[in-house]
């Protein structure tokens, strides 16, 4: 089925979303919800064009097993599995890698899987190396595929980030958290995209960016997680029923009402989510200054001065 294109320049494209009083509704540090804010600080992802090529170099292995006798044979059918498990692991790894530079707190990737692609990289071409030129060559080929993997990827995060002072069991309460309301934003994502219709998934995004930021304030601060379990939990669940149930009756009906009452709704969550975070974040700067005086006033009363 074809999907509708929506942008600034379409026909039924708007250059921003407007509130009820016709002014340009803002996100928190960001300018008008028609600009792209849902891009601030991203960075484009590494598991592209390098790992997608990592999947199909191995592939004439294929035309040199089926040329080759069946020992022969085995070792390269065994060494494009190695590879492509290879790639895979890479790719998992960049993803991992990605997720854990992007917060403040964050515990390294419980298994090293760029690490284990390198490995298994070398297995691969020790097995290519074997089956075409014997033990020298493959123990060469596996060294040098090892090494320039790891320099062509880098290494897995091998250390805690931000962990120190941080009571552990409280992150681990905040990641379950945050775990099950990611859940809820790709089931969002992943129905919506049955509306065909790409100006509310543009939409659905800039509502997940908002929602994202709040996630991230929690996750810096997991004192913050009582005062934002409704928005993780709740809200979030609601949010995905609805958005399912509109997007089954937006791809039967293409009817207007329905799309402006879910506009309405995510107009509604996004400013309650902003506002929330807003909050948590006005709440964290009045501790770090009621620290601040109490700690200057006992420094006052200690009569220490500077000469």
């Known amino acids: 089925?074809?999907?509708?294109?929506?942008?600034?320049?379409?026909?039924?494209?708007?250059?921003?979303?407007?509130?009820?009083?016709?002014a340009p509704?803002?996100?928190?540090?960001?300018?008008?919800?028609?600009?792209?804010?849902?891009?601030?600080g991203a960075k484009r992802t590494r598991a592209g064009l390098r790992v997608n090529l990592l999947f199909l170099a191995p592939f004439p292995l294929i035309w040199k097993a089926f040329g080759s006798d069946p020992i022969v044979m085995a070792q390269y059918l065994l060494a494009l599995g190695a590879l492509i498990g290879a790639a895979w692991l890479t790719r998992e790894g960049l993803r991992a890698e990605e997720a854990y530079e992007a917060r403040k707190?964050?515990?390294?990737?419980?298994?090293?899987?760029?690490?284990?692609?390198?490995?298994?990289?070398?297995?691969?071409?020790?097995?290519?190396?074997?089956?075409?030129?014997?033990?020298?060559?493959?123990?060469?080929?596996?060294?040098?595929?090892?090494?320039?993997?790891?320099?062509?990827?880098?290494?897995?995060?091998?250390?805690?980030?931000?962990m120190e002072g941080?009571?552990?069991?409280?992150?681990?309460?905040?990641a379950r958290a945050i775990d099950r309301a990611e859940s809820h934003l790709t089931?969002?994502?992943?129905?919506?995209?049955?509306?065909?219709?790409?100006?509310?998934?543009?939409?659905?995004?800039?509502?997940?960016?908002?929602?994202?930021?709040?996630?991230?304030?929690?996750?810096?601060?997991?004192?913050?997680?009582?005062?934002?379990?409704?928005y993780l939990g709740i809200y979030l669940q609601?949010?995905?029923?609805?958005?399912?149930?509109?997007?089954?009756?937006?791809?039967?009906?293409?009817?207007?009402?329905?799309?402006?009452?879910?506009e309405a709704l995510l107009t509604d969550l996004e400013e309650n989510f902003a506002a929330r975070t807003q909050k948590l974040l006005s709440d964290d700067a009045g501790d770090m200054t009621v620290e601040i005086e109490v700690l200057r006033e006992r420094l006052q009363r200690e009569g220490v001065r500077p000469e």
Not at 2 to 22: I, V
Not at 112 to 140: C, D, E, N, Q, Y
Not at 238 to 262: E, H, I, M, N
């Open 1 to 22: 089925m074809a999907q509708r294109y929506g942008g600034e320049f379409s026909p039924r494209g708007q250059s921003g979303q407007t509130s009820a009083q016709g």
């Open 238 to 262: 609601g949010a995905r029923d609805a958005t399912v149930k509109f997007a089954d009756l937006y791809a039967r009906t293409q009817s207007p009402q329905a799309r402006a009452d879910y």
């Open 166 to 174: 941080v009571d552990l069991h409280q992150t681990d309460r905040v």
């Open 105 to 162: 707190v964050a515990r390294r990737p419980a298994l090293p899987r760029k690490i284990l692609g390198s490995a298994l990289t070398g297995v691969g071409l020790a097995l290519v190396g074997f089956a075409g030129h014997g033990p020298v060559a493959a123990g060469v080929y596996a060294l040098l595929g090892a090494v320039l993997h790891s320099m062509a990827f880098g290494l897995d995060p091998l250390k805690d980030k931000g």
């Open 25 to 40: 509704k803002t996100q928190p540090g960001g300018g008008a919800s028609g600009t792209p804010g849902n891009f601030r």
């Open 187 to 230: 089931a969002m994502s992943d129905a919506i995209k049955r509306a065909q219709d790409r100006q509310l998934e543009a939409r659905v995004d800039r509502f997940q960016t908002v929602a994202r930021g709040l996630f991230r304030t929690v996750e810096n601060d997991p004192r913050d997680l009582t005062a934002a379990r409704k």
